[in-house]
């Protein structure tokens, strides 16, 4: 499983979800901004937009809001120049890292993102250091309580999915990128509820985390996604059930 969605379980069960929807929210717009500046206003013709809209009301955001946030970019509006930086580098016990920002002051962003990946037992690498090691995957996560493990392979399997796998409280499903959009809406069709769902980097193999490194890799990933500036960050670590258990409670 991915050290991705490992965080965002961990996040989900620390109850933070809530108490940053005024960031969550911020970073969103400026997502659905880009997304319809680069391809159009239209999400039938631009699966950027598509995405982004869809990621929006999984986070309960307004539909007003997201109307705005479209109309700023196809209408060049003052602030929606921003650009798209994919930093590279590694985080406690040697874990790659990647971190998607949209600024609109790549080098205050790139001072910032140094700042924290060295505070917290981190390092900044080269381009293309560590991006071989993920490969751009659907990724789909559904709370247990939802559905069984038969019932959703066999919707997710027959739609094209590639894998189902068992996340602790939850079931991920991975796709290629091509099929990712008719495993989703055949979900949605079945009226299975998606915790989350996005074309995300997912890590070939991972790195096994416990004690004080898994703290630290937590740690990292709070103030890296804490940013004003960045939009998502992969990592290539794992933590068992029971270390994972004893991070949340803490």
């Known amino acids: 499983m991915s050290g991705h969605s490992k965080w965002s379980s961990i996040k989900h069960k620390k109850g933070k979800e809530d108490a940053r929807r005024g960031k969550i929210f911020t970073k969103l717009i400026r997502e659905l901004t880009v997304a319809a500046k680069s391809g159009g ?92 090691m993920f490969e751009k995957r659907g990724n789909i996560t559904i709370d247990k309580a939802v559905v069984d493990e038969n019932t959703l392979m066999e919707v997710a399997l027959e739609a094209g999915a590639e894998d189902v796998r068992d996340g602790f409280d939850f079931w991920e499903v991975f796709t290629s990128q091509n099929d990712y959009e008719q495993v989703r809406a055949a979900i949605e069709a079945k009226g299975i509820a998606m915790l989350t769902s996005e074309i995300a980097m997912i890590p070939q193999t991972t790195i096994d985390l416990a004690g004080k490194d898994a703290e630290q890799m937590v740690k990292l990933l709070d ?7 960045v939009q998502h ?8 059930e029971k270390e994972m258990e004893r991070l949340t409670a803490s």
């Open 41 to 132: 206003a239209d999400p039938d013709n631009n699966p950027r937009l598509r995405q982004a809209i869809l990621t929006a009301k999984q986070s309960s955001m307004p539909k007003d809001n997201i109307d705005r946030a479209i109309k700023k970019g196809v209408g060049g509006a003052e602030g929606a120049n921003y650009e798209e930086i994919m930093f590279e580098g590694y985080g406690p016990a040697g874990v790659a890292l990647l971190v998607q920002v949209l600024t609109d002051n790549r080098n205050r962003t790139v001072a910032e993102i140094r700042h924290l990946l060295d505070r917290h037992n981190g390092k900044m690498g080269e381009t293309g250091c560590v991006s071989w």
């Open 223 to 229: 103030v890296l996604e804490d940013q004003d500036d």
């Open 233 to 240: 960050v992969y990592a290539n670590f794992d933590i068992s």
